[in-house]
């Protein structure tokens, strides 16, 4: 938590390749890494997220793999669609209470 | 369950005018936070609440914003004397309380429109 930097604010693949968003964060007591997915116009949504106990999870087209080491985790989407185009958000935290900052987020845009 | 539940979701005040925007957070929820969003940007954090208590309000600004979230109720954040740089989404997120699950759940939102 606390200095949470996403990488990159834009990315636009072609449909059915690969993407890949980059989170990095600065609070090494962090131990919950989720994923905000937001279309347009609606409220950002979890889609996926990991606990600092395993270093990797995957829900078919989604996994998240974590980094504690070098404090940063990511998100991969395999065969994308159209209906993946949104902004997705990153928002590292503690369990214990604690304000949750989001990163910056990623417009992902899906070229048919 | 209902989930989170904001309102209204759209708010249209004139300048001087005071907003009240509502969240109901998701049963069970103790813990509520709000978010302004701008249009192509991203979620800034505003102020995190506990029942009956402001937890951090270093994300909201110092004048004509207030929040609170009473032991009965809907978490209530208020904006004074509303300017045409208030217009904005605002988002409440609300999450179980310390030591569950951490998951934060948001609601649609309220959209302000200061005219």
């Known amino acids: 938590g606390e200095n949470v930097e996403q990488h990159p604010s834009t990315l636009s693949v072609q449909e059915g390749d690969s993407a890949v968003i980059k989170c990095t964060y600065s609070d090494s007591a962090s131990n919950y890494f989720p994923w905000y997915k937001q279309e347009l116009g609606k409220r950002p949504q979890l889609i996926i997220d990991i606990r600092s106990n395993v270093g990797e999870k995957k829900d078919q087209r989604i996994a998240v793999t974590l980094n504690k080491t070098a404090k940063h985790f990511s998100l991969h989407i395999t065969e994308t669609q159209p209906e993946d185009s949104a902004v997705y958000f990153c928002a590292p935290r503690t369990s214990s209470a604690s304000k949750i900052i989001f990163g910056s987020g990623t417009r992902l845009s899906i070229r048919p | 369950n209902a989930g989170v539940m904001q309102n209204p979701r759209h708010l249209v005040r004139r300048r001087g005018q005071e907003a009240r925007l509502r969240c109901s957070p998701m049963?069970?929820?103790?813990?509520v936070y709000w978010y302004r969003q701008l249009p192509e940007e991203g979620l800034k954090f505003m102020v995190y609440?506990?029942?009956?208590?402001?937890?951090?309000e270093s994300g909201m600004p110092k004048e004509r914003f207030s929040a609170e979230f009473p032991k009965e109720g809907p978490s209530i954040l208020r904006i004074q004397q509303v300017v045409r740089g208030d217009s904005a989404a605002y988002f409440c997120?609300?999450?179980?309380?310390?030591?569950?699950?951490?998951?934060?759940?948001f609601g649609q939102g309220t959209r302000l429109t200061v005219v």
């Open positions: 997120a609300s999450s179980p309380p310390q030591g569950m699950r951490t998951e934060a759940f």
């Open positions: 609440l506990q029942k009956e208590n402001i937890i951090d």
């Open positions: 049963k069970g929820h103790s813990h």
